[in-house]
């Protein structure tokens, strides 16, 4: 069984950073995709970023606007989500995700993912 573990969420002011991880254990990841995904108070579970655990796309969502960054850490076997300029309306739990497929056209789906994270609060004040 795969598992995830996120840490790095906290409360921080608004236009500051975070970084977030995600180690993965259990299984090899090699082919599969790797996620971000948030979810606000009363809000269903949005997507934020997605890639490829080897190579391939990289897809971030639209409201992200170039503030956020994906990116691996092989030796570690962790993802990270870098956070810059963070706004109040980013305030939600993020979870860590992965699915065993490379498929462009479902990256953005969570019902697609297998396996989940347990989440990391994030909140940012005005």
């Known amino acids: 069984q795969g598992q995830l573990v996120e840490s790095g969420g906290g409360l921080v002011q608004a236009g500051a950073s975070l970084r977030l991880s995600c180690t993965a254990s259990?299984?090899?990841?090699?082919?599969?995709?790797m996620a971000w995904f948030r979810q606000a108070p009363g809000k269903e579970r949005e997507f934020v970023a997605a890639?490829?655990?080897?190579?391939?796309?990289?897809s971030y969502a639209d409201s992200i606007q170039d503030r956020f960054t994906i990116s691996r850490d092989k030796a570690k076997n962790t993802v990270h989500l870098q956070m810059n300029s963070l706004k109040p309306e980013a305030t939600a739990v993020y979870y860590c995700?992965?699915?065993?497929?490379?498929?462009?056209?479902?990256?953005?789906?969570?019902?697609?993912?297998?396996?989940w994270g347990q989440g990391t609060q994030v909140t940012v004040s005005s």
């Open positions: 890639f490829g655990w080897n190579s391939g796309p990289t």
């Open positions: 259990g299984r090899t990841f090699s082919s599969y995709t």
């Open positions: 995700a992965s699915k065993p497929t490379l498929i462009v056209g479902t990256m953005r789906s969570p019902e697609k993912y297998s396996y």
